[in-house]
T-cell receptor, first 109, second 113 residues
Framework: GIQVEQSPPDLILQEGANSTLRCNFS?????LQWFHQNPWGQLINLFY?????KQNGRLSATTVATERYSLLYISSSQTTDSGVYFC???????????WGAGTKLIIKP | DAGVIQSPRHEVTEMGQEVTLRCKPI?????LFWYRQTMMRGLELLIY????????DSGMPEDRFSAKMPNASFSTLKIQPSEPRDSAVYFC???????????FGQGTRLTVV
Protein backbone atom coordinates (compact mmCIF):
# COMPACT_ATOMS: atom_id res chain seq x y z
CA GLY A 1 0.00 0.00 0.00
CA ILE A 2 0.93 3.65 -0.18
CA GLN A 3 3.49 4.96 2.28
CA VAL A 4 3.22 8.43 3.78
CA GLU A 5 6.26 9.89 5.46
CA GLN A 6 6.38 13.18 7.28
CA SER A 7 9.43 15.14 8.31
CA PRO A 8 10.73 16.28 10.63
CA PRO A 9 9.08 14.22 13.37
CA ASP A 10 9.64 16.98 15.91
CA LEU A 11 10.29 20.69 15.60
CA ILE A 12 10.88 23.25 18.32
CA LEU A 13 10.93 26.92 17.34
CA GLN A 14 10.78 30.34 18.88
CA GLU A 15 7.73 32.48 18.32
CA GLY A 16 8.07 34.44 15.10
CA ALA A 17 10.11 31.83 13.26
CA ASN A 18 9.14 30.27 9.94
CA SER A 19 8.93 26.53 9.31
CA THR A 20 8.49 24.03 6.50
CA LEU A 21 6.90 20.63 7.06
CA ARG A 22 7.20 17.93 4.44
CA CYS A 23 5.00 15.02 3.40
CA ASN A 24 6.30 12.38 0.97
CA PHE A 25 4.02 9.75 -0.51
CA SER A 26 4.87 6.68 -2.53
CA UNK A 27 2.07 6.66 -5.12
CA UNK A 28 -0.12 9.04 -7.09
CA UNK A 29 -2.86 10.50 -4.96
CA UNK A 30 -6.25 12.01 -5.66
CA UNK A 31 -6.76 13.41 -2.20
CA LEU A 32 -4.28 15.10 0.11
CA GLN A 33 -5.15 16.97 3.24
CA TRP A 34 -3.18 18.76 5.93
CA PHE A 35 -4.57 18.81 9.45
CA HIS A 36 -3.52 20.47 12.67
CA GLN A 37 -4.26 18.56 15.86
CA ASN A 38 -4.14 21.10 18.62
CA PRO A 39 -3.13 20.32 22.22
CA TRP A 40 -6.81 19.73 23.05
CA GLY A 41 -7.00 16.97 20.48
CA GLN A 42 -9.12 18.70 17.87
CA LEU A 43 -8.36 17.87 14.22
CA ILE A 44 -8.54 21.08 12.26
CA ASN A 45 -8.59 21.14 8.48
CA LEU A 46 -5.83 23.27 7.05
CA PHE A 47 -5.76 22.46 3.35
CA TYR A 48 -7.31 20.11 0.83
CA UNK A 49 -4.54 20.13 -1.76
CA UNK A 50 -4.06 17.11 -4.05
CA UNK A 51 -2.06 19.42 -6.33
CA UNK A 52 -1.04 23.04 -6.67
CA UNK A 53 -0.56 25.81 -4.14
CA LYS A 54 -2.91 27.38 -1.61
CA GLN A 55 -2.55 30.04 1.02
CA ASN A 56 -4.54 30.89 4.10
CA GLY A 57 -3.15 33.70 6.20
CA ARG A 58 0.22 32.73 7.63
CA LEU A 59 -0.10 29.20 6.28
CA SER A 60 0.45 27.98 2.77
CA ALA A 61 0.83 24.59 1.14
CA THR A 62 2.20 23.23 -2.08
CA THR A 63 1.73 19.77 -3.52
CA VAL A 64 3.88 18.60 -6.41
CA ALA A 65 1.93 15.53 -7.41
CA THR A 66 4.37 14.42 -10.12
CA GLU A 67 7.19 14.32 -7.56
CA ARG A 68 4.99 12.90 -4.81
CA TYR A 69 5.46 15.41 -2.04
CA SER A 70 3.67 18.21 -0.29
CA LEU A 71 5.00 21.06 1.81
CA LEU A 72 3.28 23.05 4.54
CA TYR A 73 4.72 26.47 5.30
CA ILE A 74 4.06 28.29 8.55
CA SER A 75 5.29 31.86 8.74
CA SER A 76 5.66 34.07 11.81
CA SER A 77 4.85 31.18 14.15
CA GLN A 78 2.64 31.78 17.17
CA THR A 79 2.32 29.67 20.30
CA THR A 80 -1.16 28.66 19.14
CA ASP A 81 0.47 26.91 16.18
CA SER A 82 1.78 24.25 18.55
CA GLY A 83 0.45 20.76 18.09
CA VAL A 84 0.79 17.90 15.64
CA TYR A 85 0.51 18.43 11.90
CA PHE A 86 -0.76 15.47 9.88
CA CYS A 87 -0.70 14.80 6.19
CA UNK A 88 -3.30 12.31 4.91
CA UNK A 89 -3.73 10.95 1.39
CA UNK A 90 -6.03 8.69 -0.60
CA UNK A 91 -5.25 6.88 -3.84
CA UNK A 92 -7.28 5.68 -6.81
CA UNK A 93 -10.81 4.68 -5.99
CA UNK A 94 -9.88 3.96 -2.39
CA UNK A 95 -11.91 6.05 0.00
CA UNK A 96 -9.59 5.53 2.95
CA UNK A 97 -7.29 8.32 4.11
CA UNK A 98 -3.78 7.04 4.82
CA TRP A 99 -2.13 9.10 7.52
CA GLY A 100 1.46 10.12 8.08
CA ALA A 101 2.90 9.84 11.57
CA GLY A 102 2.75 13.60 12.01
CA THR A 103 5.16 16.41 12.85
CA LYS A 104 5.02 17.59 16.44
CA LEU A 105 5.56 21.34 16.50
CA ILE A 106 6.31 23.28 19.68
CA ILE A 107 6.42 27.07 19.50
CA LYS A 108 8.11 28.68 22.48
CA PRO A 109 7.19 32.20 23.56
CA ASP B 1 -23.22 24.81 9.23
CA ALA B 2 -21.86 23.99 12.69
CA GLY B 3 -19.56 21.30 11.38
CA VAL B 4 -19.50 17.68 12.47
CA ILE B 5 -20.93 17.35 15.95
CA GLN B 6 -20.01 14.52 18.29
CA SER B 7 -21.28 13.65 21.71
CA PRO B 8 -20.31 13.15 24.39
CA ARG B 9 -16.93 14.89 24.43
CA HIS B 10 -15.70 12.69 27.24
CA GLU B 11 -16.92 9.35 28.49
CA VAL B 12 -15.65 7.36 31.42
CA THR B 13 -17.18 3.96 31.93
CA GLU B 14 -16.52 0.72 33.70
CA MET B 15 -15.39 -2.40 31.93
CA GLY B 16 -18.34 -4.42 30.70
CA GLN B 17 -20.66 -1.48 30.25
CA GLU B 18 -22.23 -0.47 26.95
CA VAL B 19 -20.98 2.74 25.41
CA THR B 20 -22.72 4.70 22.65
CA LEU B 21 -21.00 7.49 20.76
CA ARG B 22 -23.00 9.85 18.60
CA CYS B 23 -22.31 11.87 15.48
CA LYS B 24 -24.15 14.43 13.39
CA PRO B 25 -22.45 14.95 10.02
CA ILE B 26 -22.42 18.15 8.02
CA UNK B 27 -25.73 18.58 6.23
CA UNK B 28 -25.58 17.38 2.64
CA UNK B 29 -22.50 15.22 3.10
CA UNK B 30 -23.02 11.74 1.69
CA UNK B 31 -20.07 10.05 3.39
CA LEU B 32 -19.58 9.46 7.10
CA PHE B 33 -16.50 7.93 8.66
CA TRP B 34 -15.68 6.66 12.15
CA TYR B 35 -12.01 6.76 13.20
CA ARG B 36 -10.19 5.75 16.34
CA GLN B 37 -6.96 7.39 17.51
CA THR B 38 -4.51 5.83 19.95
CA MET B 39 -0.89 6.57 20.72
CA MET B 40 0.16 3.13 19.56
CA ARG B 41 -1.76 2.89 16.29
CA GLY B 42 -2.46 6.48 15.31
CA LEU B 43 -5.66 7.16 13.37
CA GLU B 44 -7.51 4.07 12.17
CA LEU B 45 -10.62 3.96 10.01
CA LEU B 46 -13.24 1.76 11.65
CA ILE B 47 -16.18 1.99 9.24
CA TYR B 48 -17.66 4.28 6.66
CA UNK B 49 -21.16 4.93 5.31
CA UNK B 50 -22.38 6.20 1.98
CA UNK B 51 -25.92 7.56 1.91
CA UNK B 52 -26.59 5.93 5.29
CA UNK B 53 -25.46 2.48 4.09
CA UNK B 54 -22.41 0.84 5.69
CA UNK B 55 -19.92 0.23 2.89
CA UNK B 56 -16.84 -1.13 4.60
CA ASP B 57 -16.57 -2.20 8.23
CA SER B 58 -13.31 -4.10 7.86
CA GLY B 59 -11.66 -1.76 10.33
CA MET B 60 -14.06 -2.60 13.15
CA PRO B 61 -11.84 -4.43 15.63
CA GLU B 62 -14.30 -6.94 17.03
CA ASP B 63 -17.94 -7.95 17.14
CA ARG B 64 -18.23 -5.86 20.28
CA PHE B 65 -18.22 -2.83 17.99
CA SER B 66 -21.24 -1.88 15.90
CA ALA B 67 -22.26 1.23 14.00
CA LYS B 68 -25.53 2.45 12.59
CA MET B 69 -26.74 5.36 10.53
CA PRO B 70 -30.54 5.43 10.72
CA ASN B 71 -30.77 8.67 8.74
CA ALA B 72 -28.62 11.21 6.95
CA SER B 73 -28.12 13.35 10.03
CA PHE B 74 -27.24 10.83 12.71
CA SER B 75 -24.87 7.95 13.34
CA THR B 76 -23.91 5.92 16.39
CA LEU B 77 -20.93 3.78 17.29
CA LYS B 78 -21.64 1.28 20.03
CA ILE B 79 -19.26 -0.82 22.06
CA GLN B 80 -20.77 -3.65 24.06
CA PRO B 81 -19.24 -4.80 26.33
CA SER B 82 -16.50 -2.22 26.66
CA GLU B 83 -12.93 -3.16 27.66
CA PRO B 84 -10.00 -1.05 28.91
CA ARG B 85 -8.18 -1.50 25.58
CA ASP B 86 -11.03 0.35 23.88
CA SER B 87 -9.85 3.54 25.57
CA ALA B 88 -9.06 6.00 22.79
CA VAL B 89 -10.32 9.11 21.06
CA TYR B 90 -13.07 8.34 18.58
CA PHE B 91 -13.57 10.73 15.71
CA CYS B 92 -16.44 11.05 13.29
CA UNK B 93 -15.86 12.72 9.93
CA UNK B 94 -17.97 13.51 6.90
CA UNK B 95 -17.33 14.45 3.30
CA UNK B 96 -19.42 15.55 0.37
CA UNK B 97 -18.13 12.82 -1.91
CA UNK B 98 -15.72 9.93 -1.53
CA UNK B 99 -12.40 11.62 -2.22
CA UNK B 100 -13.25 15.16 -1.33
CA UNK B 101 -12.25 17.05 1.78
CA UNK B 102 -13.14 15.28 5.01
CA UNK B 103 -14.17 17.32 8.05
CA PHE B 104 -13.74 15.95 11.54
CA GLY B 105 -15.74 16.36 14.70
CA GLN B 106 -14.13 17.28 17.99
CA GLY B 107 -13.88 13.66 19.01
CA THR B 108 -15.03 11.64 22.00
CA ARG B 109 -12.37 10.71 24.52
CA LEU B 110 -13.36 7.31 25.89
CA THR B 111 -11.83 5.90 29.02
CA VAL B 112 -12.79 2.39 30.11
CA VAL B 113 -11.68 1.55 33.65
Amino acid sequence: GIQVEQSPPDLILQEGANSTLRCNFSDSVNNLQWFHQNPWGQLINLFYIPSGTKQNGRLSATTVATERYSLLYISSSQTTDSGVYFCAVAVGSNYQLIWGAGTKLIIKP
Amino acid sequence: DAGVIQSPRHEVTEMGQEVTLRCKPISGHDYLFWYRQTMMRGLELLIYFNNNVPIDDSGMPEDRFSAKMPNASFSTLKIQPSEPRDSAVYFCASSLERNTEAFFGQGTRLTVV
